[in-house]
Nanobody, 123 residues
Framework: QVLLVESGGGLVQAGGSLRLSCAAS????????MGWFRQAPGKEREFVAA????????SYTDSVKGRFTISRDNAKTTVYLQMNNLKLEDTAVYYC????????????????WGQGTQVTVSS
């Protein structure tokens, strides 16, 4: 069992920045591929970014490339999502997830999920 707790969400103006954190506890954090997903009202949960076990390989959905950066600190058992130049369409609940399949964009490939943190971007 892995417990994931997100933090760092909030209200920000378009063009601003936020840094999300996801603290993990339970089984060995470094065993897991970590991902960030988001879900806007009335929409399906969508992949945002993923990072491999060592933190070397990352992947992003096209809409956030160049603006978002995923990273992890295995010593602190935490994964981060730095979000810059935020846009209105980035408004969603953001979830972190732990899984085993490298760079998977499919929610079903992730075994453990956090409770989510709300990100709201205003004009």
């Amino acid at each position: 069992q892995v417990l994931l707790v997100e933090s760092g969400g909030g209200l920000v103006q378009a063009g601003g920045s936020l840094r999300l954190s996801c603290a993990a506890s339970g089984r060995t954090f470094s065993n897991y591929v970590m991902g960030w997903f988001r879900q806007a009202p009335g929409k399906e949960r969508e992949f945002v970014a993923a990072i491999d076990r060592s933190g070397v390989m990352t992947s992003y959905t096209d809409s956030v490339k160049g603006r978002f950066t995923i990273s992890r600190d295995n010593a602190k058992t935490t994964v981060y999502l730095q979000m810059n130049n935020l846009k209105l369409e980035d408004t969603a609940v953001y979830y972190c997830a732990a899984g085993f399949r490298l760079a998977s964009v499919t929610p079903d490939d992730y075994r453990y999920w956090g409770q989510g943190t709300q990100v709201t971007v205003s004009s």
